[in-house]
């Protein structure tokens, strides 16, 4: 069974500075891949980044960033230079290659200050 | 319209009621699910449609009936709900590959916030 934990209920960040939200997963499958979901307080789920099990590379996109770890069964999300725009809760969830069935974790809420 | 579309966005229904949710993706995707937002939990997932076909019901009471007229189109038709349905309902769409295999992450929309008096 595919488990996802995030064991951050809250986190603040001030502004232009640099957060990390801690995400580990469980799964016995070798084909699955790994979502950050951003939900802004208007509730449109946005996907911010997505990381396929397979590949050794971490994923970038713009300030946003993974650290994959796939032995240790982690996946934290760093977010680069906060924004106001980025308060949110961030859900990391995972995915089965085979069965499509998307597990997500209990959502960590982030408040960027100014 | 782009994206994934549902209606109506808030919706407060008594116990007796019959009332639909409806959602429409418009990105060309051939697999929709329903999902659960209650406050402090995880999102639950309710039921899968791949082509139309639903291939996952995770354990849902009947009282939530799913239909998926088109690979477009999913309703969610409640009737007789009770107070603790209360809870945002989250459609995606996502892509199916074939043979079964699903690579593609799942495009959300906005929610039908549900209030059961």
């Known amino acids: 069974a595919q488990t996802v934990t995030q064991s951050q209920p809250e986190m603040s960040v001030q502004e232009a500075e640099t957060v990390t939200l801690s995400c580990t997963y469980d799964?016995?499958?070798?084909?699955?891949?790994l979502f950050w979901y951003k939900q802004p307080p208007s509730r449109q789920m946005i996907l911010v980044i997505r990381q396929e099990a397979y590949k050794q590379q971490n994923a970038t996109e713009n300030r946003f960033s993974v650290n994959f770890q796939k032995a240790a069964k982690s996946f934290s999300l760093k977010i680069s230079d906060s924004q106001l725009g980025d308060t949110a809760m961030y859900f990391c969830?995972?995915?089965?290659?085979?069965?499509?069935?998307?597990?997500f974790g209990q959502g960590t809420t982030l408040q960027v200050k100014p | 319209e782009t994206g994934v579309t549902q209606t109506p966005r808030h919706l407060v229904m008594g116990m007796t009621n019959k009332k639909s949710l409806k959602c429409e993706q418009h990105l060309g995707h051939n697999a929709m699910y329903w999902y659960k937002q209650s406050a402090k939990k995880p999102l639950e997932l309710m039921f899968v449609?791949?082509?139309?076909?639903?291939?996952e019901n995770n354990s849902v009471p009947s009282r939530f009936s799913p239909e998926c007229p088109n690979s477009s189109h999913l309703f969610l038709h409640l009737h007789t709900l009770q107070p603790e349905d209360s809870a945002l309902y989250l459609c995606?769409?996502?892509?199916?590959?074939?043979?079964?295999?699903?690579?593609?992450?799942?495009?959300f929309g906005p929610g039908t916030r549900l209030t059961v008096t």
């Open positions: 799964t016995s499958e070798s084909n699955y891949y």
């Open positions: 969830a995972s995915l089965s290659g085979n069965t499509g069935k998307l597990i």
């Open positions: 449609y791949n082509f139309k076909e639903q291939t």
């Open positions: 995606a769409s996502s892509q199916v590959g074939t043979g079964g295999r699903i690579s593609y992450e799942q495009y």
